[in-house]
């Protein structure tokens, strides 16, 4: 079982961490096709 607070500091890590990480990972992306294209 899952406790409820630590559910939530995941919560927050995924948030102020891995979506900013992956925003990133897009632009970077879009920055390559743009260099290469």
């Known amino acids: 079982m899952v406790d409820q607070n630590n ?3 995941a919560d927050q890590f ?4 891995l979506r900013p990480q ?3 990972n ?3 992306e879009q920055d ?3 260099t290469t294209g």
């Open 26 to 28: 897009n632009l970077m």
């Open 32 to 34: 390559k096709l743009k």
């Open 7 to 9: 559910a939530k500091e």
């Open 14 to 17: 995924n948030e102020s961490y």
């Open 22 to 24: 992956s925003v990133l």
